[in-house]
DNA sequence: CTGAAAGCGCTTACAG
DNA sequence: CTGAAAGCGCTTACAG
C-alpha cells in the first residue's frame, strides 16, 4: 500500500499537506489539493486509519462485550441489543469490536483494546471487569445495572423490579394465585430484580412468593428449559399461570402444554418478559408479553458511551421502561 | 495511561528490553524480568495494542461486513454465522470488527480499515467491494459465491442448487405436483442457485416450475412475508406445498393456514430452508426443514481468512451441505 | 542478555 | 497557504 510518504513526494509536497487534504483540518489551495488527490488516486493511496489512530490517540471504535454461554447462543435480546449499539455508533461514526468471551479470557486482561471505551453486558455481582477497566482509564457503560450500585457508573436497563411487579399484579388481579416463574440465570441482576418485583407483587395482594415456584435458568437453551420445567412440576406443584424469561422459553411451555394436553390459556396462562416481538406475535396462541425494547438499550448505551468519551466527566444513568403487551395467551377473570 | 518508557526508565532498562519481557520474542534475565514486571504492574501499565499493530503491521483483528436492512433486523442465519467468525476467531487469537453498513456507505471507501481482513456477507451480482478490497490489497472471503464465478476468490456457500433440487424432489416424489416457493430476495445468488435446483427437480418428474409459483423476499420482515404470501395466493394458485427461505417465514405461512382453516400438513405442506434448529423443532407441527449450518459458513469462513492472512497466495472454496431433517410438516403420500 | 536507533504511517504545533 | 520536525507507543535488526 502506498503511504503518506510515497503521495507528498510524488505530488512534490509536504506530508503535512497531504494530510490537510484528507483531513481538511487547515486549507489547502485548489491547485494543490487537486494535484494531491490525482496522485493519490493514481498511487491507490488510502490513509491508514491505524496510524491515525495512535497520532490523535482515538481509534473511532468501541468494543462491546457479551459474555456468551459456552455453546455460543444469542438470544435475540442479544441481536437486537447489537443491532442497537451498532446504529448509533455507525451515525457517530464509530466502529464496534464484538467480543464473546467469558470473564475470564477478557483481552484487556493482557493489552489496551484499540477501542475508545466499552460496553459490557450482564453485569454480574461485584464483576472484577469493572474495576480492571477503570484502573486502566477505559470508558465503561453497563447494559444491567451494577451490583453493588453504584452511582458513579452509566448505565441503561429496564425497570425490571416494577415491570415484573406489574406483570405479577396482572396475574393475581385476574384471578391466579399460584405462579410458576421461569427465571433468569440466578447469578443476573435482573434475576434478582424480577423476582423481588414479583415478591413486592404477592405482598400487595396479601400472598407470598414461595421458593419452590421460582425457578433459574441454567445450562440448556431457551426452549429446553421453558420445556422441562413444565414436565418436571406440572401437576405437583399447583400453578395457574406462568411467566417466563424470554419468549424461546414460552416456546418450550406451549410445547409441554401441547403435549400433556393443557389448554393455553383456558388452563394455563403464560407471559414472557420477551425480547422478540414478531416471534410472540406469531406464536400460537399470540403470547401475551413485556417487551423489553432491547435495541432502545443498545443505541442508548452507545450514547452514552459516546458522550463519555467525549466528555469523561459525565455519568449518567437511563432506564428504558418495559411495555407490558396484552395478546391472547393470558385467561382473563374480570 | 502508563508507557513502555515509563517503564523503561523506572525500571532503568531499555524500552527493547521492556517490549522483550512482554512479548517474550527475546530471551531475559530472571531479574530484569522481575524487575520491570513489578514495576509495569505498579504503574499500571499495559501495552498498547494499536502501536504495536503499527510496528508489525498486524491488527490481530478481522472485519466481518453484514450489510443490513433498513430495518437493521438480522435473521437467526446472520447470529449464528457471526458466532462461527467469533469463535473461530477468538481461537485463534483475532478480534472481530462487526460491520453492518450498506454496501454505499463501507468505511474502506474512505481509509484502510484497522483489520487483517475481511469476511463479506451476501455478495450481490458484480460486488463492487470486491474489486475495491482487490485494489487495496485487503484479504478477502466471502460467504456465499461470487457472481461472475471466480475461482481465484475464496468463498463458503452452501450447496444451494442441490439442497432445492432435493427438497423439490422430495416433495414431487411424495405425489406434490404444484409448489409455491418463498425464495430469497432475487438479486441474492442464493435465490438464483435455489430456483435452479428447483426447477431441475420439476423438469427431472417432466414438469415445469412456473414463474408466477416463485415469490421473492422484500421490505418485510420474514413471517409477513410468509403471512402475505399465503393470504394472496391461496385459491388463487393452486399448490399443496411450500417452500420458505427461513423458518420465520414458514412461521407466517403457519399463521396464515390457521387463519384460513388450512391443515398442516394434511391440505399444505411446509418445508422451511432453515437456519433455526431450535425454533423450527418446537413450532406446531414441528417443522421439516433444510439445516444451513450457518455457525460452520462463519467457522469455515474465517478459518479460510486466517489461513489468507498468513499466506496470501492460497484461494480455496468449502461447500457445506444442507441437510434436510425431516419432521412433521410435511405429508408423505408413498 | 541488553541497548541505541531507526522505523511503522500518520498529526500537529510552530514558523514563515 | 505550506514545510520541517517532533511526537504517538510500540518493534526489531544491528551491535556488543
Redesign the pocket.
Known sequence: ?A???DVAKMA??????V??V??K?????Q???ERVLRVAQELG????H???S????RTMSIGLKIPLPPDGTMTAFDTQMINGVIKECTKQGYRVVLDTLPEQEDPTMYS?DPVDGVILLNPRKNDSRIKRYRKMGIHLVLVGRPDPHDESISYVDNNNTEAAHEVGDYLLRNGHESILFLNAAADMTVAQDRRQGLSEAYRLHGLSLRDECVMYYAHTNGTDYGYMSILNTYGKLSYTAIITDTDRVALGVLRAARELDIKVPEQLSVIALSNDAILAQDMNPRLTSVELSAEKLGDEAAKLLIEKINDSSVHRQVIIPAQLVVRESCSVFC
Chains 1, 2 share one sequence.
Open positions: 500500500m503511504t503518506i510518504d512534490g509536497v509536504s506530508k503535512g499537506t494530510s490537510s484528507f483531513s483540518k487547515r486549507p489547502i489551495s491547485q494543490v489539493t493511496y488510502f490513509p491508514n491505524l496510524a491515525r495512535l497520532a490523535i490517540k489496551q
